[in-house]
């Protein structure tokens, strides 16, 4: 089946560092792609649509300078925190959305797990 | 208010225990609703979609009452690989789809 991959799966960075996470969708085309949040014990939380050669839409409350988000393929999109601090330690999980004959079927990635100290 | 909300549990059965998880949703609107498994530190699962007329996977039924705006996800014969926390999703329509998650009830079955 449809599989979504994220690379890196963990990260530890120091307080001020950029980090890029990578999204792909490896056996479909994914037009939209969506990025989510996700803090322990809370539920996935929007942070941005993206859609392939256009501007991602971010929600109400997030950043866009902060969460830099391409979507330059088809199979790609990379979200990059820019200036981490600790308080974006989250689990950063990305989606992407299969049109098919059958409608539209959203797969998620395994996730990211960030860590700032 | 939230725009889906769950209670967080746990709710803590025995194995072949039956179990019932409750959802509700604040926007009339919503197009489609699922439910979705979590795994301690994995991503969501889709475990099954939710229709009016309610649908039934093997021990797993589910049901929506677009009226109440309430979901619903039946467990049967409760097995202890079903612990997990499981998610309540809405499909909304905002001038674009997307899905909005509920925090999620956490089951924990013991032998």
């Known amino acids: 089946g449809a599989v979504v991959s994220q690379h890196p799966s963990r990260v530890i960075c120091k307080s001020g560092t950029s980090v890029k996470i990578e999204c792909r969708s490896l056996?479909?085309?994914?037009?939209?792609m969506f990025w989510y949040r996700q803090f322990p014990k809370q539920s996935l939380m929007l942070m941005a649509t993206s859609n392939e050669g256009s501007k991602a839409t971010y929600e109400q409350g997030v950043e866009k300078d902060k969460f830099l988000i391409n979507h330059a393929s088809l199979t790609l999109s990379t979200l990059t925190v820019t200036s981490a601090h600790p308080e974006d330690s989250s689990f950063y999980i990305c989606s992407a959305r299969e049109r098919s004959g059958r409608g539209e079927t959203q797969y998620f990635g395994p996730g990211t797990r960030l860590l700032v100290l | 208010r939230k725009e889906v909300e769950q209670d967080p549990g746990p709710f803590n059965v025995p194995e072949g225990a039956t179990v019932a998880f409750n959802c509700t949703y604040s926007?009339?609107?919503?197009?489609?609703f699922f439910w979705y498994r979590q795994d301690c530190r994995k991503e969501p699962k889709l475990l099954m979609s939710?229709?009016?007329s309610g649908n039934e996977d093997g021990r797993f039924t589910a049901q929506l009452n677009r009226a109440s705006q309430y979901i619903s996800l039946l467990i049967r014969d409760s097995k202890l690989s079903d612990s997990a926390t499981y998610l309540c999703v809405v499909l909304m329509n905002t001038g674009f789809q997307k899905l909005v998650f509920g925090t999620g009830t956490r089951l924990l079955v013991s032998p």
């Open positions: 939710v229709y009016s």
């Open positions: 926007n009339s609107a919503s197009q489609s």
């Open positions: 056996d479909f085309q994914a037009t939209t």
